[in-house]
């Protein structure tokens, strides 16, 4: 089994109709979808995921941007799956994404940049299990 990483499409990218245009540039990249399910997020589940910002100025926007709508939460896996998915979204600020990522194509600005993806191996070893058990993955 390859790594596992943990992907939010966020909401913005799904009002906007971006859904399947992100799952298939995802799986095109080659990465696997091993589980997916659309949520909306409650405060307290935001709060709580980006517990890690709670300190920073963006905090409360980020908070309300997240729950401002539904989002698509994916365990993606494949070999070296946490920088691949962070290489296939781009900079976080749209404006600096590169041509070819997720975010230079349907992130609207740094708040709305579309897409989430876990940054490193201890993260997405919470964030998984924060959105999914393990019945939900597929073998
Ligand atoms: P993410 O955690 O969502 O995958 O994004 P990231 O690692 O590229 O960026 P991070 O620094 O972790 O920031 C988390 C999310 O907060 C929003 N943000 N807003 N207004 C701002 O200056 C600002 N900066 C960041 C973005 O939605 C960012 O993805
Ligand atoms: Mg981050």
Known sequence: MGELTF???KPDAVQNGKIGDILKMITD?????????????SR???????????????FGELVEYMISGPCVVSVLEGDNAIKRYRDLMGATNPADAEEGTIRKAFGASI???ACHGSDGPDTAAIEVP??????ELVN
């Open 7 to 9: 992907s939010i499409i």
């Open 29 to 41: 990249s080659g990465l696997k979808i091993k589980a997916t399910k659309m949520i909306q997020l």
């Open 111 to 113: 708040e709305a940049n």
């Open 44 to 58: 307290v589940q935001a709060e709580g995921f980006y517990a890690v910002h709670k300190e920073r100025p963006f």
């Open 130 to 135: 924060y959105f999914f058990s393990s019945l």
